[in-house]
Protein backbone atom coordinates (compact mmCIF):
# COMPACT_ATOMS: atom_id res chain seq x y z
CA UNK A 1 0.00 0.00 0.00
CA UNK A 2 1.46 3.55 -0.69
CA UNK A 3 2.49 5.62 1.94
CA UNK A 4 0.76 8.13 0.37
CA UNK A 5 -2.30 6.26 0.54
CA UNK A 6 -2.28 5.32 4.51
CA UNK A 7 -1.30 9.20 5.44
CA UNK A 8 -3.74 10.94 3.13
CA UNK A 9 -6.81 8.51 4.08
CA UNK A 10 -8.29 11.08 6.96
CA UNK A 11 -9.37 13.24 4.22
CA UNK A 12 -11.31 11.07 1.93
CA UNK A 13 -14.07 11.31 4.35
CA UNK A 14 -17.22 12.30 1.96
CA UNK A 15 -18.37 15.60 3.01
CA UNK A 16 -22.28 14.73 1.08
CA UNK A 17 -22.79 11.81 2.51
CA UNK A 18 -23.17 12.56 5.86
CA UNK A 19 -26.80 13.17 5.83
CA UNK A 20 -26.68 9.21 4.77
CA UNK A 21 -24.49 7.76 7.46
CA UNK A 22 -26.20 9.53 10.59
CA UNK A 23 -29.37 7.44 9.79
CA UNK A 24 -27.26 4.74 10.64
CA UNK A 25 -27.02 2.76 13.53
CA UNK A 26 -22.79 2.57 15.31
CA UNK A 27 -22.26 -1.10 13.80
CA UNK A 28 -23.47 -0.06 10.33
CA UNK A 29 -22.18 3.19 10.32
CA UNK A 30 -18.81 1.54 10.80
CA UNK A 31 -19.27 -1.29 8.11
CA UNK A 32 -19.46 1.44 5.70
CA UNK A 33 -17.02 3.77 6.30
CA UNK A 34 -14.44 0.51 6.65
CA UNK A 35 -15.89 -0.63 3.26
CA UNK A 36 -16.03 2.26 1.31
CA UNK A 37 -12.35 3.38 2.32
CA UNK A 38 -10.58 0.60 2.46
CA UNK A 39 -7.46 1.40 1.46
CA UNK A 40 -7.23 -1.24 -1.19
CA UNK A 41 -10.23 0.29 -3.04
CA UNK A 42 -7.86 3.56 -3.20
CA UNK A 43 -7.14 3.51 -7.17
CA UNK A 44 -3.80 4.86 -7.97
CA UNK A 45 -5.41 5.69 -11.47
CA UNK A 46 -8.09 8.20 -9.80
CA UNK A 47 -4.67 10.42 -8.75
CA UNK A 48 -2.92 9.40 -12.03
CA UNK A 49 -6.29 11.20 -13.58
CA UNK A 50 -6.34 14.43 -11.13
CA UNK A 51 -2.11 15.30 -12.27
CA UNK A 52 -1.37 18.14 -14.48
CA UNK A 53 0.45 17.54 -17.45
CA UNK A 54 3.77 18.63 -16.43
CA UNK A 55 3.59 16.63 -13.21
CA UNK A 56 2.86 13.80 -15.21
CA UNK A 57 5.56 14.22 -17.27
CA UNK A 58 7.38 14.54 -14.60
CA UNK A 59 6.00 11.42 -13.37
CA UNK A 60 7.86 9.43 -16.21
CA UNK A 61 10.93 11.30 -15.79
CA UNK A 62 11.41 10.01 -12.25
CA UNK A 63 10.47 6.50 -13.43
CA UNK A 64 13.56 6.27 -15.90
CA UNK A 65 15.72 7.92 -13.34
CA UNK A 66 14.49 4.83 -10.93
CA UNK A 67 15.48 2.24 -13.06
CA UNK A 68 18.46 3.90 -14.10
CA UNK A 69 19.67 4.08 -10.95
CA UNK A 70 18.50 0.23 -9.96
CA UNK A 71 20.31 -0.82 -12.99
CA UNK A 72 23.54 1.51 -11.97
CA UNK A 73 23.05 -0.23 -8.23
CA UNK A 74 22.92 -3.76 -9.59
CA UNK A 75 25.64 -3.19 -11.50
CA UNK A 76 27.80 -1.59 -8.79
CA UNK A 77 27.14 -4.76 -7.11
CA UNK A 78 28.53 -6.86 -9.23
CA UNK A 79 31.71 -5.07 -9.77
CA UNK A 80 32.11 -4.98 -5.72
CA UNK A 81 31.48 -8.84 -5.51
CA UNK A 82 34.03 -8.87 -8.33
CA UNK A 83 36.46 -7.15 -6.51
CA UNK A 84 36.02 -9.41 -3.54
CA UNK A 85 36.56 -12.90 -5.25
CA UNK A 86 40.18 -13.62 -5.51
CA UNK A 87 41.87 -11.95 -8.49
CA UNK A 88 43.35 -13.71 -11.10
CA UNK A 89 46.79 -13.17 -12.03
CA UNK A 90 48.27 -10.04 -10.72
CA UNK A 91 50.16 -8.07 -13.72
CA UNK A 92 46.89 -8.66 -15.61
CA UNK A 93 44.09 -7.79 -13.86
CA UNK A 94 45.57 -4.65 -11.75
CA UNK A 95 45.05 -1.95 -14.50
CA UNK A 96 41.52 -2.85 -15.48
CA UNK A 97 40.82 -3.30 -11.75
CA UNK A 98 41.91 0.14 -11.08
CA UNK A 99 40.10 1.67 -14.18
CA UNK A 100 37.13 -0.47 -13.15
CA UNK A 101 36.84 1.23 -9.54
CA UNK A 102 37.49 4.82 -11.09
CA UNK A 103 34.79 4.24 -13.15
CA UNK A 104 32.49 3.09 -10.78
CA UNK A 105 33.16 5.54 -8.37
CA UNK A 106 32.19 7.84 -11.29
CA UNK A 107 28.95 6.39 -11.92
CA UNK A 108 28.26 6.81 -8.36
CA UNK A 109 28.84 10.31 -7.81
CA UNK A 110 26.35 10.94 -10.92
CA UNK A 111 24.30 9.22 -9.54
CA UNK A 112 23.97 11.03 -6.64
CA UNK A 113 23.82 13.94 -8.45
CA UNK A 114 20.96 12.24 -10.27
CA UNK A 115 19.03 11.48 -7.63
CA UNK A 116 19.26 15.17 -5.85
CA UNK A 117 18.68 16.61 -9.35
CA UNK A 118 15.31 14.19 -9.51
CA UNK A 119 14.58 15.42 -5.70
CA UNK A 120 15.03 19.45 -6.94
CA UNK A 121 12.88 18.90 -9.88
CA UNK A 122 9.81 17.61 -7.94
CA UNK A 123 10.02 19.82 -5.25
CA UNK A 124 10.06 23.07 -7.83
CA UNK A 125 7.18 21.44 -9.92
CA UNK A 126 4.88 20.38 -6.93
CA UNK A 127 5.16 24.04 -5.51
CA UNK A 128 4.89 25.89 -9.20
CA UNK A 129 2.41 23.67 -10.81
CA UNK A 130 0.43 21.63 -8.26
CA UNK A 131 -0.05 23.37 -5.18
CA UNK A 132 -1.42 26.43 -7.20
CA UNK A 133 -3.48 23.70 -8.71
CA UNK A 134 -5.37 22.39 -5.59
CA UNK A 135 -6.51 25.89 -4.82
CA UNK A 136 -9.06 25.99 -8.45
CA UNK A 137 -12.47 25.68 -6.95
CA UNK A 138 -14.33 25.72 -10.53
CA UNK A 139 -17.90 23.45 -10.31
CA UNK A 140 -21.61 24.05 -9.66
CA UNK A 141 -21.65 20.70 -7.64
CA UNK A 142 -22.83 20.59 -3.82
CA UNK A 143 -19.82 20.71 -2.12
CA UNK A 144 -17.97 23.77 -0.83
CA UNK A 145 -15.30 25.51 -1.65
CA UNK A 146 -13.27 24.74 1.10
CA UNK A 147 -14.12 20.78 0.70
CA UNK A 148 -12.93 21.01 -2.73
CA UNK A 149 -9.50 22.44 -1.62
CA UNK A 150 -8.71 19.63 0.97
CA UNK A 151 -9.77 16.63 -1.63
CA UNK A 152 -7.42 18.12 -4.17
CA UNK A 153 -4.90 19.21 -1.43
CA UNK A 154 -5.25 15.24 -0.11
CA UNK A 155 -4.73 14.20 -4.02
CA UNK A 156 -1.30 16.21 -4.28
CA UNK A 157 0.49 15.34 -0.85
CA UNK A 158 -0.97 11.22 -1.77
CA UNK A 159 1.05 11.83 -5.00
CA UNK A 160 4.20 13.89 -2.94
CA UNK A 161 4.39 11.43 -0.01
CA UNK A 162 5.23 8.52 -2.81
CA UNK A 163 7.68 10.16 -4.53
CA UNK A 164 9.06 10.98 -1.73
CA UNK A 165 9.12 7.63 -0.53
CA UNK A 166 10.85 6.48 -3.80
CA UNK A 167 13.57 9.31 -3.41
CA UNK A 168 14.08 8.33 -0.41
CA UNK A 169 14.52 4.52 -1.21
CA UNK A 170 16.52 4.98 -4.03
CA UNK A 171 19.43 7.76 -1.94
CA UNK A 172 19.38 5.21 0.94
CA UNK A 173 19.99 1.70 -1.97
CA UNK A 174 22.90 4.63 -3.18
CA UNK A 175 24.13 4.62 -0.31
CA UNK A 176 24.48 1.12 1.15
CA UNK A 177 25.83 -0.08 -1.87
CA UNK A 178 28.12 2.42 -2.56
CA UNK A 179 29.65 2.28 1.09
CA UNK A 180 29.92 -0.86 0.77
CA UNK A 181 31.90 -0.21 -2.80
CA UNK A 182 34.32 1.95 -1.22
CA UNK A 183 34.85 -0.08 2.11
CA UNK A 184 35.81 -3.23 -0.60
CA UNK A 185 38.03 -0.59 -2.82
CA UNK A 186 40.00 -0.08 0.16
CA UNK A 187 40.87 -3.63 1.04
CA UNK A 188 40.97 -4.23 -2.81
CA UNK A 189 43.46 -1.18 -3.43
CA UNK A 190 45.92 -2.54 -0.73
CA UNK A 191 46.10 -6.13 -2.38
CA UNK A 192 46.48 -4.83 -5.61
Request: include cysteine.
Amino acid sequence: MPLGTILSLWCLIPTNGHDRLENLNPSEKYKELTTFYHPLNLDPRLIWRELPFIVKIDSLFLLLIAIYSLYRLVHTLVITYRLRSPAAPATSGRSIDLALIRATEGHLTSLSSLNLFAFYLFGLLFFVFQMPYAFTTFGDGTETGSSIILRQLCVQFTYAADVFLMLLMLHSLRWIVSSWFYRVRDTSIIHL
